[in-house]
């Protein structure tokens, strides 16, 4: 199985996945890209704002939500690379239940923030005449947008039920 194709997992292949297999994909595949990809959408936001400010269509604010967004990350990410996904690969789900409730609530925070994002940008609608950079920071929104919305996805509904299944798993297996 190619784990690391972007884009060609469907959801049931997730489901009969081992925990080390889907930890290693969301790494490459998400934590590493938005890595990637935020520092120059912040960069791209910051030009669009300041070079249309007076256009009715600017995303204003926007540069400051994605900085803003990229802080959590950072810190989100490195918590589940750190201590939680660490937990879950050696089978700990029942003493990961309190980390894995910190995470969900910080994907909330994040779903407000990509909710904000849509709201500033119309939808990633761009305005007749849109210049070259106001194309690329919407192209590079959307990929971002749809991929952190997978990402959480992903940890949400797959990895942490996973998780603590193979923790009930260990501890069936102890009776
Ligand atoms: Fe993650
Ligand atoms: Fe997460």
Request: aromatic content about 6%; charged content about 25%; proline content about 3%.
């Amino acid at each position: 199985m190619n784990t690391l194709a972007p884009g060609s997992m469907e959801q049931a292949d997730w489901q009969t996945a081992s925990v080390e297999d889907l930890v290693a994909y969301i790494v490459k595949r998400f934590h590493e890209r938005h890595r990637e990809e935020l520092p120059e959408l912040i960069r791209l936001a910051r030009k669009v704002e300041h070079v249309h400010a007076s256009n009715q269509a600017c995303p204003a604010g926007l540069a400051d939500v994605l900085e803003g967004l990229q802080q959590a990350l950072e810190s989100h990410m490195l918590k589940e690379e750190q201590v939680l996904f660490p937990m879950l690969l050696k089978g700990m789900g029942a003493l990961a239940r309190g980390p894995v409730a910190v995470m969900r609530f910080e994907h909330d925070e994040q779903d407000q923030a990509l909710a904000q994002i849509h709201q500033i940008t119309n939808e990633l609608t761009l305005p007749d005449g849109a210049c070259g950079t106001w194309q690329l920071l919407y192209e590079g929104l959307k990929s971002f947008t749809e991929d952190l919305s997978e990402h959480i996805h992903l940890e949400n509904d797959v990895l942490f039920l996973k998780g603590s299944n193979a923790a009930k798993g260990v501890e069936n297996a102890r009776v």
